[in-house]
């Protein structure tokens, strides 16, 4: 009877596998660094103005064409963390309008926002997410506080506007969320800045006519910003009850 043994599996193999999970983030912040480097002058408003006229000539022959090749870049744009997210989202109200233009900004956006979801979780946070579900006092009681609460905080992460995108896309990922929960809570709480920005962009037609830049800063306005706010403070308030019945059963 031949007795078959297995092999413990050797170091160099987990750090083989330790650096072929991580490669995508790797590969996703390099592009990042290099596009940030380098693209700054390609992505911007001046180059969206100074080629409104090819871009709208290429949009009314080839509307499909435009629709698929917007949403590529776009995306290419969220998913490496280049510069030049704003200005797309413009250029998607300018091209399409405010409807559908937020509906490809909305689908686009998210998109790319999974692929740097999916690299961080299969680079980092599937392991650190298991090391704090397995860690005692403080950092365990942080992660059940974080899972108790996840669609709270996916919303507001996205509907707080000083949040940067980025990062919005990697705590998700680093702190064990569900790619269902961060696909829905993505598209949802991105609409309402999404349908601002896109609302401007439809709009540059007539700022370019004279002369000026778009007002960025709309968002900020108190007509603006309250509704958000608003919507921020519905997406904490499940938060608010369990503290205040966690209290209340002290």
């Known amino acids: 009877m031949t007795n078959v043994t297995e092999q413990a599996p050797k170091p160099q193999d987990s750090v083989k596998t330790g650096w072929g999970r991580t490669l995508p983030l790797v590969a996703i912040l390099c592009v990042a660094v290099i596009g940030a480097l380098t693209l700054k002058d390609v992505l911007s408003f001046e180059a969206l103005r100074d080629n409104r006229e090819a871009l709208i000539a290429f949009r009314d022959a080839h509307y499909l064409i435009t629709v698929l090749g917007f949403m590529a870049v776009y995306v290419a744009i969220v998913g490496f963390s280049l510069p030049g997210a704003t200005v797309a989202t413009l250029t998607g109200g300018f091209l399409f309008g405010t409807f559908p233009g937020v509906v490809f900004n909305v689908g686009a956006a998210t998109t790319g926002a999974?692929?740097?979801?999916?690299?961080?979780?299969?680079?980092?946070?599937?392991?650190?997410?298991?090391?704090?579900?397995?860690?005692?006092?403080?950092?365990?009681?942080?992660?059940?506080?974080?899972?108790?609460?996840?669609?709270?905080?996916l919303f507001l992460i996205r509907l707080v506007p000083l949040v940067p995108f980025f990062v919005a896309n990697l705590v998700p990922a680093l702190v064990g969320v569900s790619l269902?929960?961060?696909?829905?809570?993505?598209?949802?709480?991105?609409?309402?800045?999404?349908?601002?920005?896109?609302?401007?962009?439809?709009?540059?037609?007539?700022?370019?006519?004279?002369?000026?830049?778009?007002?960025?800063?709309?968002?900020?306005?108190?007509?603006?910003?309250?509704?958000i706010l608003g919507l921020c403070a519905l997406a904490a308030l499940p938060m608010l009850l369990k503290a205040v019945r966690g209290k209340d059963a002290l």
């Not at 680079?123 to 950092?139: H, N, Q, V």
């Not at 709009?203 to 778009?214: H, K, M, N, Y």
């Open 114 to 153: 999974v692929m740097i979801f999916l690299a961080a979780r299969w680079g980092l946070g599937a392991r650190l997410s298991a090391k704090m579900d397995a860690s005692d006092g403080k950092i365990k009681k942080i992660k059940a506080g974080i899972d108790d609460n996840q669609w709270s905080m």
């Open 180 to 227: 269902w929960r961060f696909v829905v809570s993505t598209f949802v709480g991105i609409i309402p800045g999404a349908l601002v920005y896109t609302s401007v962009g439809a709009g540059l037609g007539e700022v370019f006519a004279r002369g000026e830049t778009p007002d960025l800063g709309l968002i900020f306005e108190p007509q603006i910003l309250l509704p």
